[in-house]
């Protein structure tokens, strides 16, 4: 029998600004000043067999709600953010991680990839495996499916 490994895709996009205060490149020197990004996410999350293990808008109302949550205070869901959010000297690569964290922490623990892109240009791939804990599809959800 062949194997076939399922995934489920989701993407949002948010505003922040950011910046690398300690760049040692002088042809990349802009990076050191606070610039504005669209950050493109994508997250990938392994499913257990086709028929609907992860319901993606639920899935991905959760993470324009995680977004909200950490780095909006729960203010702005999702891409209705306006301002842009100050992410200090965040890397992509420490927003992917910040989102796996805070997916883990609200019950979804399962293998993941979590691409995180500066205006869908440039960004990074980071691929999560949890250990432990059994994922529980709506772990943290209350009766109306937000958290
Ligand atoms: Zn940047």
Not at 20 to 42: G, I, M
Not at 72 to 89: A, S
Request: glycine share 8%; proline share 5%; net charge negative.
């Amino acid at each position: 029998m062949d194997k076939i490994t399922r995934w489920i895709k989701v993407n949002t996009e948010f505003r922040g600004i950011h910046c690398w205060p300690e760049c040692p490149y002088p042809d990349v020197a802009f990076l050191r000043n606070p610039h504005r990004h669209t950050f493109k996410v994508e997250v990938k999350v392994l499913i257990d067999h086709d028929d609907r293990d992860i319901e993606f808008f639920q899935f991905q109302h959760r993470l324009d709600q995680v977004i909200s949550d950490w780095y909006f205070k729960g203010t702005q869901p999702g891409h209705k953010n306006i301002e842009p959010v100050d992410l200090g000297r965040k890397s992509c690569e420490q927003i992917a991680e910040d989102i796996f964290q805070v997916l883990r922490a609200y019950g979804y623990n399962r293998r993941m990839v979590i691409c995180v892109s500066e205006d869908g240009e440039v960004g990074a791939e980071l691929e999560f495996e949890p250990d432990g804990t059994k994922f529980e599809p709506n772990g943290g959800l209350d009766n109306e499916g937000i958290l």
